[in-house]
């Protein structure tokens, strides 16, 4: 789709809102039909959760936003990406499929990393918590 030339294309709060009610939209679709998005949502109350309890430092919580968001930001960027090739190819085809896994691909690995860093930041903390605790 080209933009007209003589069609002027002016910043506006109303357009602004009107794209950010797109980007909620894209939200709750993803929410509503990505199995994943769930697993992320409940993921992101675990990890605030034990920031709070093992009483995280500010640089901690930030990284570990910053890692929430890249990991949600890149499943969106996936099921976006899902779609379009479901459009454009609703046969099964292997350029097709290469494109679907690696996006996947793509999440699963920020995921690991993520739980990673989870793991060496939260883990001594977490078995000193359960280890006194008994």
């Not at 896994?101 to 995921?111: E, I, P, R």
Request: with cysteine; net charge positive; aromatic share 10%.
């Amino acid at each position: 789709m080209e933009l007209q030339e003589n069609k002027k294309y002016k910043a506006s709060v109303k357009g602004y809102l009107k794209g950010f009610s797109y980007a909620i939209d894209g939200l709750k679709s993803a929410y509503k039909n990505e199995q994943s998005m769930t697993i992320h949502f409940f993921t992101t109350i675990l990890i605030i959760i034990l920031c709070i309890v093992l009483k995280a430092t500010p640089i901690e919580w930030a990284i570990s936003i910053v890692w929430l968001g890249l990991i949600a930001g890149m499943e969106l960027i996936n099921t976006a990406l899902e779609a379009v090739i479901d459009l454009i190819c609703p046969k099964i085809h292997p350029l097709a499929k290469i494109g679907k896994d690696t996006a996947s691909g793509a999440v699963a690995l920020l995921s690991c990393l993520a739980f990673l860093f989870w793991a060496i930041l939260f883990g001594p903390r977490l078995l000193n918590l359960i280890t006194s605790l008994f």
